[in-house]
């Protein structure tokens, strides 16, 4: 694999995979049962009703821009970085739900950067593998991004003939 693990760690790439639609909904339904479970305060109330709807949404773009690489549509599994990014961010977003006063709020902030990182990083992401000449290598073991080459060097040897392809954009 290009990230050189094995293809047995790939199942929980793989749930990780599948869990990303349903963490749209589950995850703002969270906020208000864990605001009912916990007897938090009416003024708790204000901000699960202010955070729900931006959990849902931003999730659904994580989502879409993970979806939208073709590394990951090759083999239906996230990365490794998406697992560590996104998986801290539903981490903390289920923390929120406790409605702990003592840290609550440095959680909420927490949650909001990690949340930035995790749409910052899904976007390099995709930038990398969206790049014209970026090649995705479809091995056994896996799915490698292989980046686009720099400049075909010259042939040392006299007997080597090197052809450097050269690609031209379609006439309108």
Do not use: C
Request: charged share 15%; net charge neutral.
């Amino acid at each position: 694999m290009a990230d050189g693990r094995s293809i047995e760690d790939m199942w929980l790439r793989r749930a990780f995979f599948l869990w990303l639609i349903p963490a749209a909904f589950v995850l703002p339904l969270w906020l208000f049962i864990g605001w009912i479970v916990t007897g938090a305060n009416p003024w708790a109330l204000l901000w699960v009703l202010l955070s729900a709807p931006i959990v849902l949404i931003g999730q659904l773009i994580l989502t879409l821009l993970v979806r939208a690489r073709g590394t990951v549509r090759a083999v239906r599994a996230t990365s490794w970085t998406d697992v560590g990014v996104l998986g801290a961010w539903h981490v903390l977003i289920v923390a929120l739900g406790f409605f702990d006063d003592r840290w609550w709020w440095p959680t909420f902030a927490a949650t909001i950067a990690v949340g930035i990182a995790a749409l910052w990083v899904s976007f390099q992401q995709l930038w990398r593998e969206a790049k014209p000449g970026a090649i995705v290598l479809r091995t056994p073991q896996g799915v490698a991004y292989v980046p686009p080459a720099e400049d075909v060097p010259a042939a040392a040897d006299p007997d080597v003939v090197v052809i450097a392809e050269t690609r031209t954009p379609p006439q309108p």
